[in-house]
């Protein structure tokens, strides 16, 4: 999910950027600090947004560089447990699929990309055997977030499934809503 936050950090401007107006300095240098920062209770920083509040700065001795109190906001992405996500298809292996989310990447194990005998074809498709259904590069998909781990804060790995119904390629839900169609019976 895509969240909006405020936070408040002290900001280094060099003294290179000190003929710059205060607000445009800060936010290049907390652009510098917080893009593609990644943590567990930020999630990813995609973009600093604005400068809220900037306090009186204080030069450090020995530094040279004014430091400032600032409050700004940012956009951040912070992938959650159960949350249906559209992504695209970005690589395909024997043992699942890699699938784009925005600033990342998740892997859907190939028990989980269908419900049916999947495998792994030499011209990089996964066919599901009775189903009929395929999976290749490029291809738009629903998923869901089954699991979300920190282990390596610059890689975090996100763990989905499209067995549920509603996930999955567009077309498959499509075949199944016509398939359960009621049909109209003749009254006699």
């Excluded at 792994?120 to 259904?133: A, H, I, M, W």
Aim: glycine content about 10%.
């Amino acid at each position: 999910m895509y969240y909006e936050m405020k936070l408040k950090d002290h900001i280094r401007v060099p003294p290179k950027l000190f003929g710059d107006n205060t607000k445009s300095a800060l936010i290049q240098q907390i652009k510098k600090k917080y893009d593609g920062f990644i943590s567990q209770d930020l999630g990813i920083v995609i973009d600093v947004v604005d400068v809220v509040e900037i306090g009186e700065g204080i030069i450090v001795p020995g530094d040279g560089a004014s430091y400032f109190d600032t409050q700004f906001k940012i956009i951040t992405f912070k992938p959650e447990l159960q949350e249906v996500i559209t992504g695209k298809i970005k690589d395909l292996a024997d043992f699942g699929a890699f699938i784009t989310l925005g600033p990342i990447e998740g892997m859907i194990h190939i028990s989980q990309t269908m419900d049916d005998f999947v495998s792994f074809g030499k011209d990089k498709v996964l066919q599901g055997k009775e189903s009929n259904r395929s999976l290749k590069i490029g291809d738009e998909c629903r998923a869901r977030i089954i699991a979300v781990s920190y282990k390596d804060i610059t890689n975090p790995k996100i763990g989905l499934t499209m067995r549920q119904q509603g996930l999955g390629k567009p077309e498959w839900n499509e075949k199944k809503e016509a398939k359960e169609e009621p049909k109209e019976e003749k009254k006699k």
